[in-house]
T-cell receptor, first 113, second 115 residues
Framework: GQNIDQPTEMTATEGAIVQINCTYQTSGFNGLFWYQQHAGEAPTFLSYNVLDGLEEKGRFSSFLSRSKGYSYLLLKELQMKDSASYLC??????????????FGTGTLLAVQP | EAQVTQNPRYLITVTGKKLTVTCSQNMNHEYMSWYRQDPGLGLRQIYYSMNVEVTDKGDVPEGYKVSRKEKRNFPLILESPSPNQTSLYFC??????????????FGAGSRLTVL
């Protein structure tokens, strides 16, 4: 089966660093995505990892360890506008020519002054 | 502007009254998909389409139909809506029909209430 776990909620302080973890169990792993979703809005793409290691994009970085089934999203220099849900999504190869994207339930991050 | 447009954004309807939520993308994407989002359950895939005339069930297809007659459009049809289909619906698209979902671009969402 497929399973993705991430914390339900987190709180952090403006200007600080926060790490949001995601663990997964899946067969046919073929990449991991992070999306940001503000309340009442559509998810927007943040990052993508398919190989082990760290991908950095400005204040956001994402890490992947395929052997451990583990990823994290690191947000630096937190701003109030970073208050949002962060969705971990795993792409898995289902045979033939099809990849399937499975979303976790999301981590609601609250940034406090 | 590259975007996915879905309508209506908000709809309140009654049990059994057929409705269609439209979805259109202007990025020439092969892959399109419908998701529903419910508290505590995250985004769950309803149906997806790898290209024109190619559609397949996702994880929660019961009570829904789709069609893909043109590349840009992927409507979601609820033939006989029931209260358990009250949800927030997202249409999404990406390039790459041969590999399935790549980076998804989402529509703004359609909040549906079935009384």
């Amino acid at each position: 089966g497929q399973n993705i776990d991430q914390p339900t909620e987190m709180t952090a302080t403006e200007g600080a660093i926060v790490q949001i973890n995601c663990t997964y169990q899946t067969s046919g792993f073929n990449g991991l995505f992070w999306y940001q979703q503000h309340a009442g809005e559509a998810p927007t793409f943040l990052s993508y990892n398919v190989l082990d290691g760290l991908e950095e994009k400005g204040r956001f970085s994402s890490f992947l360890s395929r052997s451990k089934g583990y990823s994290y999203l690191l947000l630096k220099e937190l701003q109030m506008k970073d208050s949002a849900s962060y969705l971990c999504a795993v792409r898995a190869f289902y045979g033939g020519a099809t990849n399937k994207l499975i979303f976790g339930t999301g981590t609601l991050l609250a940034v406090q002054p | 502007e590259a975007q996915v447009t879905q309508n209506p954004r908000y709809l309140i309807t009654v049990t059994g009254k057929k409705l269609t939520v439209t979805c259109s993308q202007n990025m020439n994407h092969e892959y399109m998909s419908w998701y529903r989002q419910d508290p505590g359950l995250g985004l769950r895939q309803i149906y997806y389409s790898m290209n024109v005339e190619v559609t397949d069930k996702g994880d929660v297809p019961e009570g829904y139909k789709v069609s893909r007659k043109e590349k840009r459009n992927f409507p979601l049809i609820l033939e006989s809506p029931s209260p358990n289909q009250t949800s927030l619906y997202f249409c999404a698209s990406s390039s790459g029909s041969h590999s399935g979902a790549n980076v998804l671009t989402f529509g703004a969402g359609s909040r549906l209430t079935v009384l």
